[in-house]
């Protein structure tokens, strides 16, 4: 199978491009933007760059006539599409290009499967969507008609655009909602490896708010485990379907720092600030759809992620 994956040298696209070229052929396509050092987006896909399976496109998802080029020149069975502006406080500050990246760069790519023929996407949405949502854990089938920022509020569209084309042209297409994944090449500005970076360099970590804000952190094995899962499923028939991946745990912001200073065995310095505008107070996934339906079912608790995480950084630091 030929399959397309956007972002595909960013934190969890390398990962999934490092798990699809040991079966199938797969294309990145990825701009390497200055959001963070374009160094290390090169480092994540250094090695599957030497296999034959893999071949990488430095394009624009908001580049029309690159794109167009992109899919003349290959025949795509399935789009999994990763690209995006990431990052909730980002977006708050510059919510005009989130909504030309994350809205226009969607439809540029759906656009692109409605004209080839491509019957099969996968949008890597976020669990940023449930807002401030009251029930937990978060399900599919709640309401999120209220995002509070603009990163969220892009997720949220794109999510309604794609069941606007799987209506219209006929795409079997699925959302994954992710939730706060973590892992080797996490993105440098994301609290564990901001945190821990600061913590082996004797620096303060920043600390929003009291330490109570709770997160479903996931690992990057399992969040790639759930996407398997569902390139089988989106060839099953014509769905349009949402699935939450997350652990279905939550781990307050006061644990997470404990841990990282357990694993390091290091004291953290803290300096204590407001809780940020766009940030919620909990993400918590209920999973039993994805369960049912995919087979979805993570393996890795919080405590060994975070040993993982860090043997991984000490690798590239020490």
């Known amino acids: ?3 397309l994956v956007t972002g595909a040298a960013g934190f969890i696209g390398s990962h999934l491009c490092d798990a699809l070229v040991k079966e199938h052929e797969v294309f990145g ?3 390497f ?3 963070y050092d374009p160094k290390i987006k090169w480092n994540n896909i250094n090695e599957i760059l030497k296999n034959d399976n893999f071949r990488i496109f430095e394009s624009d998802i908001c580049d029309l006539s690159g794109l167009n080029k992109i899919f003349s020149e290959c025949r795509f069975d399935l789009v999994i599409h990763l690209a995006a502006m990431a990052g909730v406080r980002p977006s ?3 919510p005009k290009l989130y909504t030309e990246v994350n809205i226009n760069g969607t439809v540029n790519l759906l656009e692109e499967c409605r004209k080839n023929n491509i019957k099969n996407f996968i949008f890597a949405s976020s669990s940023s969507v ?3 949502n009251k029930k937990v854990p978060f399900s599919e089938d709640d309401p999120v008609d209220l995002p509070i920022s603009p990163y969220a509020s892009t997720k949220k569209a794109c999510e309604l655009i794609c069941h ?3 209506h219209l042209y006929d795409i079997s297409l699925l959302c994954l909602r992710f939730f706060t994944v973590y892992g080797p090449r996490q993105r440098p500005d994301l609290a564990i490896h901001k945190f821990t970076r600061l ?4 620096k303060p970590i920043p600390v929003f708010g009291d330490g109570a804000t709770q997160r479903d952190y996931t690992y990057i094995d399992d969040i790639i485990d759930g996407v398997l899962k569902a390139i089988d499923y989106v060839q099953t028939g014509n769905h349009y379907e ?3 991946l997350g652990e279905s745990q939550t781990i307050a912001l006061s644990y997470m720092i404990k841990t990282l200073e357990q694993v390091l065995d290091l004291k953290a310095k803290k300096e204590q600030f407001p809780l940020q505008p766009g940030d919620v107070n909990i993400t918590f996934a209920d999973i039993s759809k994805s369960k049912k339906i995919l087979g979805y079912n993570p393996q890795t608790k919080f405590d060994d992620g975070i040993s993982k995480f860090i043997e991984w950084i000490k690798s590239k630091t020490l």
């Open 33 to 35: 933007c200055d959001f």
């Open 199 to 202: 913590m082996l360099a004797g």
């Open 164 to 166: 606007t084309f799987h």
């Open 1 to 3: 199978m030929k399959i």
């Open 29 to 31: 396509l990825d701009n």
């Open 242 to 244: 949402i699935f939450n």
């Open 92 to 94: 708050i500050e510059n």
């Open 130 to 132: 449930y807002g401030n």
